[in-house]
């Protein structure tokens, strides 16, 4: 039962465009979505989280919105620079789990000079 | 960055023999998390500590076993290895306040052969 999805494996944008990763849901008993950024060989890094009572949130070049009629989150960057080239990896917190993390698979975003 | 420092970072172990993964924080967070990364499934949560001896499953915590015996020290132990256990391990720490940064890692590579 995998509650997080990220359909795209891949993504390829040109520097300076916008990048848009997905990310779709199975139930509706979260607190938050978080959005983390990973380098190869490294640990992944927090970029940007949402609650469940908003549809926007913003923090800098990046914006998540959350559509809870389609279960559906998208984080925006804009605009995209080739230091954004990581996986990006949606992950849901559940209410009352000790902040218990359920990652999608991640989208390879790679933004081209 | 936070505090956080996963050892060894990497190792390699035959099948049937017994590993065990360091975790240590200087932050002071009560939770702790060890994930494992595998291709195609994102992170997954092995076991979680919400507290000095106080531990517990996540989503795939067959054949591992954890402890912690100082607020610091989170430790994650393959009681006997297995080919299937190759993976990169994370560990993760948190403040418990929902929607705040969750800190990672930056892994530990076990290659069991």
């Known amino acids: 039962d995998q509650q997080v999805k990220q359909n795209s494996p891949s993504l390829s944008v040109q520097e300076g465009r916008i990048s848009i990763l997905n990310c779709d849901y199975t139930?509706?008993?979260?607190?938050?979505f978080l959005w983390y950024k990973k380098y190869p060989a490294e640990g992944p890094t927090f970029l940007i989280s949402?609650?469940?009572?908003?549809d926007k949130n913003e923090d800098g070049r990046f914006t998540v919105f959350l559509n809870k009629s389609a279960k559906h989150l998208s984080l925006h960057i804009v605009p995209s620079q080739p230091g954004d080239s990581a996986v990006y990896f949606c992950?849901?917190?559940?209410?009352?789990?000790?902040?218990?993390?359920?990652f999608g698979s991640g989208t390879q975003l790679t933004v081209l000079p | 960055d936070a505090g956080i420092t996963q050892s060894p970072r990497h190792k390699v172990t035959e099948t049937g023999t017994p590993v065990t993964l360091r975790c240590h924080q200087t932050?002071?967070?009560?939770?702790m998390y060890w994930y494992r990364q595998d291709p195609g499934h994102g992170l997954r949560l092995i076991h979680y500590?919400?507290?000095?001896?106080?531990?517990d499953k996540g989503e795939v915590s067959d054949g591992y076993s954890v402890s912690r015996s100082k607020t610091e020290d989170f430790l994650l132990t393959l009681e006997s290895a297995t080919s299937s256990q190759t993976s990169v391990y994370f560990c993760?720490?948190?403040?418990?306040?929902?929607?705040?940064?969750?800190?990672f890692g930056e892994g530990s590579w076990l290659t069991v052969v």
């Open positions: 992950a849901r917190e559940a209410s009352g789990s000790a902040r218990q993390l359920t």
């Open positions: 500590s919400y507290g000095v001896k106080d531990t």
């Open positions: 993760a720490i948190s403040d418990g306040g929902s929607g705040n940064t969750i800190y």
């Open positions: 932050e002071n967070h009560r939770y």
């Open positions: 949402i609650s469940s009572i908003k």
């Open positions: 139930n509706s008993m979260f607190d938050y």
